[in-house]
């Protein structure tokens, strides 16, 4: 029997609306609740008083970008209690970042087996669909409450971007992932178009998984050629990134996951086929800004976090089942394979969703659609032990959970994650200037287009003098640099105020 305080994952549920007009469609409040109450009833238990709700950041409060023009939630996880008729002592709204769901999942595991929580509920969604329509339409919606108060948080936001980024156009995730998988493909010794020929075979099996996911967004099957090929409706964002090849925020889709500690499940009478556990966590991250990296075509943190989530599970990658990985981007499924040990191919798949470009990217709540998808197959499997990876930033904050039916032995503890991030943070950066100047090679380079046009290049160099680093910009022969070895080519790199410029040799 499993110790009483073991955390355990007991309720799932998901929501995904396709095709709503923007007056009948629900509001991000409306969604939370939906999930929220449809989790707890998915456990099968009764008499269950939350004494934890915690809401993953909306988009609306992550970016200037995404502000929503119809309203805020003062306290988006206290109005989620009062819609549930819960009265928890903690409300609490999550960071910035992908990795969020997961992150909480194991920060809340951890809270039950201290005894500072028995149920907890974790929740998140985005309506940026209806909100894009809403607007397109002239419609006039009211997303707004305030039930009084402040949510908890997690403390200070760490910023992860510097201004000399931003000025370089290193700042939007659609921008700098290409970078990092023009890296990558220098690495696999790919030309261009086998490069891209890669990318869209990987992503044609995300989309099968999709096609086949009553939640997904866009449940359509493409092959790889429809991916990878620019064409008036797949257009080119940032080489080689085509539209296909982006994750689509613009979705309404909602996901929501019930936590008790063992002895709440058996109070609750929660049924033994209801319940899942988290045997193996690790919390990670990469050197904060993209410019201090220790190489942009792998990732420390991604390795040592999933060989910490593993061992702590006591399991190698053989012994898994069923995986999800993180995968705004094909390079973040890329280099999460690599540094975990897994092939591209692997017949187990990498997915469980679909991926954030076909099932959906609903902001920094993704991942809980992949949780709820893993307890679904531990439920059906009770053998299976599955592995989620959960990506925040630019493959900056990694999380991994490693889930399975079988309780686990002993009580439950977590590893402080500072104990195996110290090695990581002391892993030294390449040196870095602000203001280059002379003879220099590409370490990665992108092509950011304007509806399909060739707009800017933004270059990662490096100096031939002293091997710094450096960012640049690139405004002349853009067209020459598709589908053409540019990783590993000179240029001339003159320093500017704010932009540095590369002259392509």
Not at 114 to 140: C, I, M, N, W
Not at 467 to 477: E, I, S, T, V, W
């Amino acid at each position: 029997m499993p110790h009483p305080r073991t955390p355990v994952l007991v309720g799932v549920a998901q929501f995904t609306d396709r095709d709503s007009a923007p007056a009948d469609a629900g509001s991000p409040l409306d969604l939370l609740a939906r999930v929220g109450a449809a989790a707890v009833q998915d456990s099968g238990g009764t008499g269950i008083a939350l004494d934890m709700i915690a809401v993953v950041r909306l988009f609306a409060d992550s970016s200037p970008a995404f502000a929503s023009p119809f309203g805020t939630y003062a306290n988006l996880p206290k109005s989620l209690a009062n819609r549930l008729g819960a009265n928890p002592r903690t409300c609490l709204y999550g960071p910035v970042g992908g990795n969020t769901p997961q992150m909480l999942v194991n920060l809340m595991a951890e809270r039950i087996a201290r005894g500072e929580a028995d149920a907890v509920l974790l929740a998140g969604v985005e309506a940026l669909r209806t909100q894009a329509h809403a607007v397109k339409a002239g419609t006039k919606l009211d997303w707004s409450d305030d039930p009084g108060g402040a949510p908890d948080s997690l403390g200070k936001e760490t910023s992860l971007v510097s201004r000399h980024e931003i000025a370089h156009g290193v700042a939007m995730p659609v921008a700098v992932y290409p970078l990092f998988e023009s890296a990558v493909a220098a690495r696999y010794g790919d030309t261009p178009l086998a490069h891209r020929q890669r990318i869209g075979d990987l992503m044609a099996r995300f989309t099968r998984v999709a096609a086949a996911n009553p939640y997904a967004a866009l449940p359509v099957e493409r092959s790889a050629e429809e991916l990878i090929t620019p064409t008036d409706s797949n257009r080119y964002i940032a080489y080689p990134y085509t539209k296909y090849l982006n994750s689509n925020m613009f979705v309404d889709q909602a996901a929501a996951v019930l936590m008790l500690s063992t002895e709440a499940a058996d109070a609750a009478g929660v049924p033994e086929a209801k319940r899942v556990y988290l045997h193996g966590c690790a919390d990670t991250h990469e050197h904060i800004l993209v410019s201090d990296r220790v190489d942009l075509s792998t990732s420390p943190s991604i390795r040592a976090g999933a060989a910490h989530a593993l061992a702590h599970a006591g399991i190698t990658t053989a012994d898994l089942g069923p995986i999800e990985l993180y995968s705004c981007f094909p390079v973040a499924v890329e280099i999460a394979a690599d540094m975990i040990g897994l092939r591209h191919d692997d017949p187990r798949g990498l997915t469980l969703t679909g991926g954030l470009p076909y099932f959906g990217g609903p902001g920094n709540n993704y991942s809980m659609h992949g949780i709820a998808e893993m307890v679904a197959r531990c439920r059906a499997d009770p053998a299976a032990q599955g592995l989620v990876f959960a990506n925040g930033g630019y493959l900056t904050k990694s999380s991994f959970g490693v889930y399975s039916a079988r309780p686990t032995e002993g009580a439950w503890c977590r590893t402080d994650p500072a104990t195996y991030q110290s090695a990581l943070d002391a892993e030294p950066g390449p040196g870095f200037t602000e203001a280059p100047d002379g003879a220099a090679t590409v370490e990665a380079f992108t092509v950011v287009h304007d509806k399909g046009v060739p707009a800017v290049a933004i270059v990662v160099g490096r100096l031939l003098s002293d091997n710094r680093r450096f960012l640049a910009q690139a405004h002349a022969g853009l067209t020459e640099l598709i589908d053409t070895q540019v990783v590993g080519r000179r240029f001339t790199v003159t320093s500017g105020a704010p932009v540095n410029r590369a002259v392509f040799d």
